[in-house]
């Protein structure tokens, strides 16, 4: 079976731009959960999504939104760039959102640079 | 909030054991998680752990919970140059959304 796929795999982008960054969940999974992960750190939650709505959102401006699709594929993008916010950006998929047995599965990740 | 934190960095030679430690401030914690990452690569579950167990053991990989002293450790047994990678320990959030990682602890084996 095809685990949690995410496009593009590397992205350059300048200071100001938009991105938008796709995730495609594991088959029969229909919660998605994005992390950014700056380098040298752990990573940290910014948005799960289950039926295409938000059941949390981490410390992050409004600058990151999200959304999920009906096939539970999930964008997450970001406007206005900042140079902080070069990173590597995880999708992790589980098969709900109750959490507590709900186990997440994290795709390769797109590597996101801003110059 | 919820905060995890673990040492940065474990040297072992091939053929030893490893024990990676992590301690979490919030003790509603329901489970616990170990992960693997390789340069360049996404996040690899390597286990967890549901805070009603004290241990559980899966093939090289032992995991060792203190909910008392709010500790858990990752022992490698028979530590190989493939297990060289960086290992987060994560715990699920109070709502039960979101993974609290801490920083990783990049295991390095030598032969």
């Not at chain 2, 709010?70 to 060289?84: E, F, N, P, V």
Request: hydrophobic share 30%; aromatic share 10%; net charge neutral.
């Amino acid at each position: 079976d095809a685990g949690v796929t995410q496009s593009p795999t590397h992205l350059i982008k300048t200071r100001g731009q938009q991105v938008t960054l796709r995730c495609s969940p594991i088959s029969g999974h229909k919660s998605v959960s994005w992390y950014q992960q700056v380098l040298g750190q752990g990573p940290q939650f910014i948005f799960q999504y289950y039926e295409k709505e938000e059941r949390g959102r981490g410390n992050f401006p409004d600058r990151f939104s999200a959304r999920q699709f009906p096939n539970y594929s999930s964008e997450l993008n970001v406007n206005a760039l900042l140079l902080g916010d070069s990173a590597l950006y995880l999708c992790a998929s589980s098969l709900d959102a109750r959490g507590e047995v709900d186990t997440q599965y994290f795709g390769p990740g797109t590597r996101l640079t801003v110059l | 909030g919820e905060d995890v934190e673990q040492s940065l960095f474990l040297s072992v030679r091939e053929g030893d054991s490893s024990v990676i430690n992590c301690t979490y401030t919030d003790s509603s914690s329901t489970y616990l998680y170990w992960y693997k990452q390789e340069p360049g690569a996404g996040l690899q579950l390597l286990t967890y752990i549901f805070s009603n167990m004290d241990m559980k053991q899966d093939q090289r990989l032992t995991v060792l919970l203190n909910k008392k002293d709010k500790h858990l450790s990752l022992r490698i047994a028979d530590t190989q140059t493939g297990d060289s990678a960086i290992y987060f320990c994560a715990v699920l959030n109070q709502a039960g959304t979101a993974l609290i990682f801490g920083k990783g602890t990049t295991l390095s084996v030598s032969s």
